[in-house]
C-alpha cells in the first residue's frame, strides 16, 4: 500500500510545473521531477550527489542543521550541474526527520543569469554581447527582478542601470503611458508563458513623445524572461498621419457639397428675418439680435468650411513672408487695440525670409494663429509673433502669448477636425493651419501649459523648396494638357 502511494506521489510531482527535489542530509539524490532535471541540468538518477561549491556546502550544513529544529527553513546555494555550470538556487524545504530526507521546492536566484551567462567560451561577458545587438535588449529572472539591460534598452527607457537593476519588471512601466487592459493583457500572456507584446507613450528627455514596443518571452531553461525594446515612434506618428489624412480627405470631400445645401436656405432665413424686423415695431428686440447673432455664427462655419475644402491648386511665386506678417499684423491690429492687447513682432536680421509658396494661403495660416493668440489672452495681455532663420536651411515663424494654456487632452486634440473649445469657434482653424502647414512642407509643433500661455511654432524648411517647384511644373503640365485636349 505504502509503495502503491509512493508511486501516486512522485507521479503527481513530475507533473508540477515546479521545480521539486528529494534528497538526503547528504545531499544523494532521491527524486528530482522533469521540470527541475530540465531546468538545473542536474541528474535524475537516484542516489547522485548534488554538487555544490565549497562555500554551498557550509551553507547546506546550516540549512540541515536549521531543519533539524524548525520545520521549514530555506538556504541559497550555488550548484555545480551536468555541465560543469554553477548556477545560483534558493530550496525551500521540509525536514523528513524518520528518513532524514528533505524535501524542496527550487526556485532560481534573481543574479543566474549573470552566473549562469556571464561567459561565452570564457572570454565573452555577456553584457557586452549584448550590447552589440542594435534593438533593447532587457534580461529579468523568472522572479521578476530585472538583471541585465544593454545599452540600447537604457538608452529608449532614458535610465541608468543602477536605477532598475534587480527592480522589479513593472518599474520599467513607470512614466509611461497605456491603456489598463493593455497591460493586464501583456501580464497574462508572461504568465500564460506565452509571447506578451505592448506598445506604451513615453517622454523622452526633451519631452518630445516616444512610443516604444514591448515584446517579452519566458524562456524556463535559462530561467529568464527576455524582452525586446523598439522605438515604434516613426511607425506610430505615420500611421496617425495616414489616419489624419484619411479624415482630412472625407472631410473635404463632403464638406463643399453640405456647406452650398446649407447656404442657399440660410441666405433665405436672413432675408426674410431682415423684412420681419423692418415690418414690426421692436427692431431691437433681442430675439432679433440672437438669431442674427446665430445666423452669423453658421456663415462663420461655412466659410471656415469652404476654405477648408478649396482644391488644393495654387499659384505658386517666391514670397516675402515678412512682408505677409506686416499685413497679417496691419489687419488684426484694430482687434488688438479694442482688447488693449499689445502684439510686438521680432525679427531676425539674416537675410530676408523668402520661401516658394502661395502668398493667401500663408496669409490664412497666420492670421489664424495670431487671432487665436488674441482670444487666448485676457484684456491687457501681451502677444510675441517672430519670424527668423533658425539655420541656413529653416525659416522659422512663431506666434507666443501669455493666455489660458492648454492641457495634455487641448494639446493631443488641437488638429482634430470640429475640436474646439470656444463657445462661437469652429475647430477648423488650426485644422486649416496644418493644412496650409503641410503644403509647404513645413512642421508645425505646439508648446503649452495651463495658466502661463502657448507658443506655435512653424518651420519651413527651404531645402523641400524644389519639391513645391515640381509640384508646380507638374500643375502647369496639367493645365497645358488639358487645353491642348
Not at 502503491?4 to 521539486?20: K, R, S, V
Not at 565549497?54 to 550541474?81: G, R, V, Y
Not at 506578451?196 to 528627455?205: R, S, T, W
Not at 491648386?313 to 488693449?340: C, G, R, T, W
Amino acid at each position: 500500500m505504502e509503495t502503491h502511494i509512493n508511486h501516486l506521489l512522485e507521479g503527481l510531482f513530475q507533473q508540477a510545473d515546479e521545480l521539486i527535489v528529494a534528497l538526503k542530509c547528504s545531499r544523494e539524490l532521491v527524486f528530482v521531477n522533469k521540470k527541475a532535471a530540465e531546468v538545473l541540468q542536474i541528474s535524475d538518477t537516484k542516489s547522485s550527489q548534488l554538487q555544490l561549491t565549497d562555500e554551498s556546502i557550509l551553507e547546506w550544513a546550516h540549512f540541515i542543521e536549521k531543519l533539524q529544529h524548525e520545520p521549514t527553513a530555506n538556504c541559497s546555494i550555488t550548484i555545480i550541474n551536468q555541465e560543469k555550470r554553477e548556477m545560483s538556487i534558493t530550496i525551500v524545504g521540509n525536514l523528513i526527520k524518520e528518513k532524514q530526507i528533505v524535501f524542496g521546492r527550487v526556485t532560481l536566484c534573481s543574479n543566474v543569469v549573470k552566473k549562469e551567462l556571464m561567459e561565452m567560451n570564457g572570454i565573452i561577458p555577456l553584457q557586452r554581447l549584448i550590447n552589440s545587438i542594435s534593438n533593447g535588449v532587457l534580461l529579468t529572472s523568472l522572479n521578476g527582478k530585472i538583471s541585465i539591460a544593454n545599452h540600447t534598452a537604457l538608452e529608449l527607457l532614458n535610465r541608468d542601470l543602477r536605477q532598475i537593476e534587480n527592480r522589479s519588471h513593472d518599474c520599467l512601466f513607470e512614466d509611461c503611458s497605456y491603456e489598463s487592459h493593455l497591460i493586464f493583457n501583456y501580464y497574462d500572456k508572461l504568465f500564460k508563458k506565452e509571447t506578451a507584446k505592448i506598445i506604451v507613450k513615453k517622454h523622452d528627455e526633451f519631452g518630445r513623445i516616444k512610443y516604444l514596443h514591448f515584446e517579452s518571452k519566458v524562456d524556463e531553461g535559462l530561467g529568464i524572461i527576455f524582452t525586446n525594446i523598439t522605438d515604434q515612434s516613426e511607425k506610430v506618428l505615420l500611421l496617425e498621419k495616414v489616419a489624419h489624412q484619411e479624415t482630412l480627405t472625407v472631410v473635404g470631400q463632403n464638406v463643399a457639397t453640405i456647406a452650398h445645401e446649407i447656404r442657399n436656405p440660410m441666405t433665405s432665413i436672413q432675408g426674410f428675418l431682415q423684412m420681419i424686423r423692418a415690418y414690426s415695431g421692436d427692431t431691437n428686440h433681442d430675439y432679433f439680435n440672437i438669431v442674427e447673432s446665430e445666423l452669423q455664427r453658421m456663415d462663420d462655419l461655412l466659410k471656415d468650411l469652404l476654405d477648408f475644402s478649396k482644391p488644393k491648386k495654387f499659384d505658386l511665386a517666391y514670397v516675402n513672408l515678412k512682408n505677409i506678417m506686416h499685413e497679417v499684423i496691419d489687419i488684426l491690429q484694430p482687434k488688438a487695440i479694442l482688447s488693449n492687447t499689445i502684439i510686438e513682432c521680432e525679427y531676425d536680421d539674416i537675410g530676408e525670409p523668402i520661401i516658394y509658396g502661395n502668398e493667401n494661403r500663408l496669409k490664412q495660416m497666420m492670421i489664424n494663429l495670431v487671432k487665436n493668440a488674441l482670444e487666448s489672452v485676457e484684456i491687457g495681455g501681451y502677444i510675441r509673433v517672430y519670424l527668423g532663420y533658425k539655420s541656413k536651411d529653416c525659416i522659422q515663424f512663431s506666434v507666443s502669448d501669455e493666455g489660458r494654456g492648454m492641457d495634455k487632452t487641448m494639446l493631443e486634440n488641437i488638429f482634430a477636425p470640429f475640436y474646439t473649445t470656444k463657445e462661437k469657434g469652429t475647430g477648423l482653424g488650426l485644422l486649416l493651419v496644418q493644412s496650409v502647414v503641410d503644403e509647404h512642407r513645413g512642421q508645425v509643433t505646439v508648446e503649452s501649459e495651463e495658466g502661463k500661455g502657448t507658443i506655435f511654432i512653424v518651420d519651413f524648411d527651404l531645402s523641400n523648396n524644389t519639391y513645391i517647384d515640381n509640384i508646380s511644373l507638374l500643375s502647369h503640365f496639367n493645365d497645358s494638357m488639358e487645353k491642348t485636349s
